[in-house]
């Protein structure tokens, strides 16, 4: 299989990161993780490879990896998003950051608490400027369902204000075994990002585990 462009995944030591590595690795990407330090980055390589011994990754810096990667995926805590984003704006600059942070602010996780710029992926665009094309979305997968060979029912809202860079994001959800809807302008992440505290209540019901979202309706 030929590869494709280079994704750098910032914070890649959860399992949405990890599990996102596994599954762009497979499609022919070339998987590159970042951590504020590269002892933090090798470390989260290894684990990933402890988990897939076959899926290959270069284990980099920050701002190393942002610069390395061609599509730029962050997948840090919502308290370290801006601070990660201030150091790296100039390796951006031109390219798709796809975000996937989730506001919650613990411990009232089950509770919708959406920051004052309406949402984490406004917040990351009106930081960045229009020069960086942010792209929200995989706020409410199971993450470590990513990281198994297992069909995800969940879909994926994409929301951003590049309508070509929604398409790229949505082509690679489809290339990661999921299904991807175009969701409006980076400030209709509010709801995806909303959602993330609704399907934690559904969960902590005791009826469903691993809840998600599913669109559907009549094709034209």
């Known amino acids: 299989m030929s590869t494709k462009e280079t994704v750098a995944i910032l914070g890649g030591t959860g399992d949405l990161g990890t599990g996102l590595a596994i599954r762009w690795s497979k499609a022919g990407y070339n998987i590159v993780i970042g951590s504020r330090t590269l002892d933090k980055a090798q470390a989260a390589v290894e684990a990933l490879q402890a988990i897939s011994p ?8 920050n701002g190393d990896a942002a610069a390395a990667g061609d599509i730029v995926v962050l997948t840090v805590p919502a308290a370290h998003q801006i601070s990660t ?4 704006k100039d390796h951006l600059k031109g390219k798709i950051l ?13 509770t919708v608490q959406m920051p004052e710029e309406g949402s984490a992926g406004k917040r990351a665009q009106d930081f960045l400027g229009e020069e960086v094309h942010v792209v929200s979305a995989f706020q409410n997968i199971a993450a470590h369902l990513l990281q198994q060979d297992v069909v995800i029912e969940c879909d994926v809202l994409v929301a951003g204000n590049s309508k070509d860079s929604r398409a790229k994001v949505i082509e690679m959800i489809t290339e990661a075994g999921m299904t991807g809807w175009h969701a409006g302008p980076i400030a209709n992440a509010a709801a995806a990002e909303a959602l993330t505290s609704i399907l934690i209540q559904i969960n902590r019901g005791g009826i469903l585990s691993h809840s998600g979202i599913k669109i559907i309706g009549q094709e034209h």
């Open 85 to 88: 984003l201030d150091a790296l």
């Open 54 to 61: 076959d899926t290959p990754a270069q284990a980099m810096e």
């Open 98 to 110: 796809i975000d996937v942070t989730v506001p919650l602010v613990p411990p009232k996780v089950g």
